[in-house]
């Protein structure tokens, strides 16, 4: 793997390590960040430290027309009990997403220095939140980076049943409506699967992604 210099460049993502650590080092300016993601590396550490670079094989993506809708969230759905809105508090989303426990793991990835960089990024217009609302609260959400027609999805969050499901179910209705040709889910997981991500090789990753015109 390459230790990283002053520039932004990245080795090719192919490069990566049997893991799929492509490089390590560098910093978190948010060109640099936005340039990972356009070559198919991601940031994934934790501490500002010791920052790693990703492009791990396979990778996970969902097209949003394929997110499943099951009877009984089509259900839940219809009850309306969320309300929606996209950009409107990102930091409060990244706050939330960086704090928020999950099943096997202690502490985050959504470092300081991370968050820092996606608000900036957030106001530079390339990361985007939807936040999902119930009685004037925020109690799910996401936040991710826009590359034009790709959506590379960092984090979801939720503090009532459904939240975060709702969050991206909306989110990929307004992909399709936009035309977007998937969101990246980097890492493969059952939940993501259960939902409609599908796992691909890395080579096909890239082939998708470098189809595009950034």
């Not at 839940?76 to 996209?86: A, D, G, M």
Request: hydrophobic fraction near 35%; charge should be negative; include cysteine.
């Amino acid at each position: 793997m390459q230790q990283l210099g002053h520039d932004y460049k990245f080795p090719s993502p192919t490069s990566a390590t049997k893991e799929g650590v492509v490089a390590i080092g560098g910093d978190l300016n948010p060109l640099r960040i936005l340039e990972a993601y356009k070559n198919g590396i991601f940031p994934w550490f934790n501490d500002d430290e010791n920052l790693m670079w990703w492009s791990p094989d396979p990778r996970m993506i969902l097209l949003p027309e394929n997110f499943k809708v099951s009877k009984s969230f089509k259900s839940f759905l219809k009850k309306k009990e969320y309300q929606i809105s996209y950009n409107q508090n990102f930091e409060e989303v990244i706050e939330s997403c960086s704090n928020i426990k999950r099943v096997g793991q202690t502490g985050t990835w959504i470092t300081n220095g991370l968050k820092q960089s996606f608000n900036e990024l957030h106001e530079m217009g390339y990361a985007h939140s939807v936040e999902v609302w119930y009685q004037n609260i925020i109690v799910g959400g996401l936040y991710g980076l826009d590359l034009g027609n790709i959506f590379c999805g960092e984090s979801m969050f939720s503090i009532k049943p459904n939240a975060s499901k709702v969050a991206l179910y909306f989110l990929c209705q307004e992909l399709k409506q936009n035309n977007y040709d998937f969101i990246d889910c980097q890492l493969p997981s059952q939940h993501l699967s259960s939902l409609g991500a599908e796992e691909i090789s890395r080579d096909n990753f890239l082939k998708k992604l470098f189809n595009q015109n950034f």
